[in-house]
């Protein structure tokens, strides 16, 4: 299997090149040339799997430059038991009739990010280790991406991680969740700032290419083609658990920020598996929800961007969205760019024609908003009615899911963190404080490893250099 690029670029590339790559030369996303079509005969057979040999399976089907060997030991390593909790790894439950939930999130940081972070982490040790070459992956995070990241990273031979974070601003919990890491490799940069400065810092200090190369600077952002495969996985997984036959359909209803899980859907429906609809889930920061609807693709401003009680779904832009507008354009490369670099940098957004857009029909796609009210409402709901604690997240997928159930589709929904991560809109919905898994009651009380710096880049390169030895 080769890769390209969403913005024309075709030069053919393997998996293992753009592995530890983010944006593709002329900034567009990779994708793989074809989606492989998975026949009736392979998904019956693969009914029968554990979690693991699926995610072997799939993987297969898009890496070619690793022994398939190596790749089945590190997929059998990564999805176990003991990481996340039970044997089928992302177990279904009932909510009310014709509604699941798939939990998702039951690895080390309780959101579904682990499941595909946590395979990145033996996926990079392994390609370091093959180059003899390392990786400083430097962040900058408000809660869950960072955390991820870390406990995928933590020590893995050949990775250190510089995790950016602002002071004072994340929950006691998420705090206490990185800061308690004691591995060497993991550094935690408390900012005297905002996330913004966060987020400055990081662009600053990978907009200096000299210090980017000398000190082989890179990131685990959202656009990874690798961690959207290992999300494919996991809509397999679901459907099997779901249905009986392969003459069976499901939807799923996916809570959205920056479009990587849906993608992942959207990517398991290209390959045969029989999805009807794909639910696209916001929050106010409705983005997406605006484009399903009329077309328009509007980038928000910092202004415009609203703090809510889903955080991980506050963005302005969605940044894996230009993967799934490439195949609905018929890969026209040229159109793409036109669209994502061109209108977007000029007129801060797109609108499609009337002919593209009816075409969005035809992938499965529909959506829907959810506020702090329905989240509140949904979440209260699904404790007193249907006797499950649900987080703000998955909240707004239960929400917008409900409006698109069909008559003998099962509809799934996506879990994408567990309520012990965002206690206090718990609090306000149930009156009472979160369940929280077994052996993560007192950690705020754990030591915590971390280094205050002021909100300067200077400083921050300077904590690199000091520690990449
Ligand atoms: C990251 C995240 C999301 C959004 O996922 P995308 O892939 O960015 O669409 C939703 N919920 C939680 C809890 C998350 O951490």
Redesign the pocket.
Known sequence: MKYLSTRGDTTPRGFSDILLEGLAPDGGLYLPTHYPKVDDATLTRWRGLSYADLAFEILSLYIDDIPAADLKALVHRTYTREVFGTVAIVPLRRVEDGVQIEAL?NGPTL???DMAMQLLGNLFEYELARRGEELNILGATS???GS?AEYAMRGKRGVRVFMLSPKGRMSAFQQAQMFSLQDANIHNLSIEGVFDDCQDIVKAVSNDLDFKRRWKIGTVN?INWARLLA?VVYYFAGYCQATKTNAERVSFA??????????AGHVARMMGLPIHRLVVATNENDVLDEFFRTGTYRVRGTAETHETS?P??D?SK???FERFVFDLLGRDGARTKALFADAIAKEGGFTLTADEFARVAGFGFVSGRSTHADRLATIRDAWQRCGTMI?T??ADGLKVAREHVDAGVPMIVLE??LPA?FAETIREALGREPERPAGLEGIEALPKRFTVLPADTDRVKAYIEAHCV
């Not at 996916?254 to 993608?263: K, W």
């Open positions: 999130s959101a579904f990010k809660g869950d991406t991820a959202s999300q996916v809570p959205s920020g920056n479009f990587g899980n849906v993608c889903s991980s779904m963005i969605a940044s894996n987080d997240h998955t994408t963190a991560k």
